[in-house]
């Protein structure tokens, strides 16, 4: 929309109804995307008006994880997102020819960021979630800039390494003003296929530690919304674009997650 005056944001509106929620991570690979479109499909379930923007730039699989292929079309100056299960989506890699890199700098980011939220035609939404990149980088900062209102979720493994690269994360909401709403342990515990017994694959206590961390940091109580098991059809489901609180919901992983969308 090149010479044209920047589109402002709706959702950073005083008058926007839209719960924006971030979900964050401090490392890769913890379930932060996994358990973005189980709280999207969740709460579409429901019957709310959900949108989810895959803003994990460089490692987006929000579309897949939601099974569509699906391209964003054109209507006038607006974009229409394609939907899955309910949900609207967005992500950069609907944008780029197959499976190619996304080799963007931080201005670029911003700028396709600015346009996710303002150039798509997202429409009354009650709950838009932004599937962060792991760690501290640009585009945590390009979202509190841009939507100063929305609201972090925090997601670790129980394993204190990630415990403390998920504080830091979370931390930098003292600096952006924005608000923790709460933290979301994943992979806590595996249930033994022969015997039930819990396995601690990855420890115990990390969701406790960084939201008792950010507590102390923030000054505000920031508490643990769930801890998701670590659980095959969660994983089914993600490769298979079915996300398991649809595909299983009284799964262990299915119902935890149910818990945690019923609480944001
Ligand atoms: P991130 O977004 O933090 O990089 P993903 O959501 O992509 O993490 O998850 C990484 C991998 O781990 C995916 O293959 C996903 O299916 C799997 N996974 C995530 N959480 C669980 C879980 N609770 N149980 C089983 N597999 C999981």
């Not at 939201?211 to 769930?226: C, E, F, R, S, Y």
Request: a negative charge; hydrophobic letters at 40%; proline letters at 8%.
């Amino acid at each position: 929309r090149g010479g044209k005056a920047e589109r402002e944001v709706p959702f950073a509106q005083p008058s926007s109804l839209t719960r924006v929620y971030c979900v964050a991570s401090g490392k890769g690979g913890v379930g932060k995307s996994s358990v973005t479109v189980n709280l999207a499909a969740a709460l579409a379930a429901e019957g709310q008006k959900v949108g989810v923007v895959d803003a994990d730039i460089y490692g987006h699989s929000v579309p897949r994880m939601l099974g569509t292929d699906g391209r964003p079309t054109q209507v006038e100056d607006m974009i229409m997102p394609p939907s899955a299960h309910g949900v609207k989506v967005i992500s950069i890699g609907m944008f780029t020819p197959g499976n190619s890199p996304v080799v963007w700098r931080g201005p670029m980011l911003h700028r396709a960021l600015q346009q996710f939220l303002a150039d798509v035609f997202w429409g009354d939404l009650d709950v838009l979630l932004l599937d962060l990149p792991p760690g501290t980088g640009d585009i945590a900062i390009s979202v509190a800039q841009l939507v100063p209102n929305a609201e972090i979720l925090v997601v670790t493994t129980p394993q204190q390494a990630a415990a403390e690269v998920a504080e830091r994360a979370g931390s930098i909401a003292v600096q952006t003003h924005q608000k923790i709403i709460g933290v979301i342990e994943n992979m806590s515990g595996m249930p033994c296929p022969h015997c039930d017994e819990m396995v601690d694959v990855f420890g115990t206590g990390g969701g406790r530690r960084v939201a008792q961390g950010l507590t102390k940091t923030t000054g505000t109580d920031v508490p643990v919304l769930g801890a998701i098991p670590i659980d095959l059809r969660l994983r089914e489901g993600g490769d298979e674009g079915k996300p398991v609180v649809l595909s299983d919901p009284d799964s262990p992983a299915g119902s935890e997650l149910r818990a945690v969308a019923s609480k944001i």
